[in-house]
């Protein structure tokens, strides 16, 4: 991630022509270090206008949703969830899907779970239940443990009898939730 931002900096320097497809690789590389507050950084630069015009698409604002979630600011994730979701709408009626919303929803629902908003985290997994968003095993692992702070046993039963009925394997349910709750 560093060796991607000081490329960055030197083309900024030599008033090089950068487009988001660079900058989300940039981007992509802070991610991939696990470098939250680098990602933001650049966001920050890419709304000021530092590389012109440039608007972000959408797995721009997933990174950021990413972002906004492992640093625990589960509102604004879920936030700019609601517009990420918007334009991935739009995309989806032009045939594109960018990336798996429901992978954003799980990072939200995380967020909230680790920050004691367990509450918060069952509303958006029942938001994601009624837009019929197929959920993946970070999402339902973060929403049993929202179930577990929140003492809601039959709730949780009620989920892994969801998954079971989705063709979720309780082997990858067990191993994600023992990930999920050790990292």
């Not at 918060?120 to 239940?129: A, F, K, P, T, V």
Request: with cysteine; proline share 2%.
């Amino acid at each position: 991630a560093e060796q991607a931002c000081l490329l960055l900096e030197d083309m900024l320097a030599k008033q090089v022509p950068v487009d988001i497809i660079l900058l989300n690789t940039v981007l992509e590389a802070c991610e991939a270090s696990a470098e939250w507050e680098r990602c933001l950084n650049v966001l920050a630069l890419i709304r000021a206008g530092t590389f012109g015009k440039l608007l972000p698409n959408v797995s721009t604002f997933g990174m950021e949703v990413r972002a906004l979630a492992r640093l625990g600011n589960w509102k604004e994730a879920a936030d700019l969830l609601q517009k990420v979701e918007i334009i991935h709408e739009s995309k989806k009626r032009e045939g594109r899907r960018d990336f798996c919303i429901a992978n954003l929803y799980g990072e939200c629902i995380a967020a909230c779970d680790k920050s004691g908003e367990w509450k918060q985290g069952l509303r958006l997994w029942d938001l994601m239940h009624a837009k019929s968003i197929r959920p993946d095993l970070l999402t339902l692992c973060a929403t049993l443990s929202a179930c577990e702070q929140g003492g809601l046993w039959v709730r949780a039963m009620q989920l892994l009898e969801q998954a079971r009925a989705m063709n979720m394997n309780h082997q990858d349910i067990t191993r994600e939730s023992l990930k999920y709750r050790l990292g």
